[in-house]
């Protein structure tokens, strides 16, 4: 929505909606740097606000202390908002390519740098036999078997965002991916199920971390 020609009825809609996607980013900051999960200034965090427009972090600062203030608006066909983060074009292309993501939670945990560095050439990490994997989007069982796409650490953005969305293309069943020896980035239908992938993920990781030392 265009807020400068908009009524002042759907402005007030979406400066509403823009408080309530903070209140659920600020939230999800200071649970993701509880787990140790956005260290420093790391990360950035998302939420869709409707068809067009997305809120999302404001760059260089800590995720656990983010207020109101640290949350701008996106259009997801405009190039990223001044102040914003490097990679938030990597959240705008998950919206514009999956219309049902609601969120995207992008961490720098020791487990997703250090397993997708080690895996780095093998271009995935496949996890099967656990339990935990059926917390993932419509995965019923734990005999299912999913791989999360591993990608090169890449500073050129928009080239790496080209990867990426030909990779997503032949993984529609896709709730995440590691950048190697960077980190993870993971969607929901909602907030609520964006953290349940982003742990589910993590522990999956580090459970697979654990079974190559045990298995060396
Ligand atoms: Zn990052």
């Not at 993701?32 to 260290?39: E, K």
């Not at 705008?92 to 219309?99: A, D, I, S, T």
Request: a neutral charge; proline letters at 6%.
């Amino acid at each position: 929505m265009n807020t400068l020609t908009a009524s002042p009825l759907a402005r007030a809609t979406a400066s509403a909606a823009l408080a309530e996607a903070a209140r659920e980013i600020v939230e999800a900051g200071r649970f993701l740097s509880l787990r140790d999960a956005v260290p420093a200034t790391s990360g950035n965090l998302s939420r869709r606000l409707d068809a067009r427009t997305v809120a999302v972090t404001r760059s260089g600062v800590d995720k656990g202390e983010l207020t109101d203030a640290d949350i701008l608006a996106a259009d997801i066909h405009a190039p990223p908002p001044p102040g914003s983060s490097a990679e938030t074009p990597l959240h705008l292309q998950l919206y514009r390519e999956l219309p049902g993501v609601g969120a995207v939670l992008h961490t720098h945990s020791i487990v997703s740098a250090l397993l997708s560095s080690l895996l780095e050439a093998e271009g995935g990490i496949v996890l099967r036999g656990f339990e935990l994997l059926k917390a993932l989007g419509d995965t019923r069982t734990h005999e299912a078997t999913v791989v999360i796409p591993v990608f090169p650490n890449d500073q050129d953005v928009p080239r790496l965002a080209e990867r990426v969305s030909a990779e997503l293309a032949r993984r529609p069943e896709a709730v995440g991916y590691l950048i190697a020896g960077h980190g993870l980035y993971a969607w929901g239908r909602s907030m609520r199920e964006a953290r349940r992938h982003t742990v589910a993920l993590e522990h999956l990781l580090t459970y697979e971390l654990e079974k190559m030392r045990i298995c060396r």
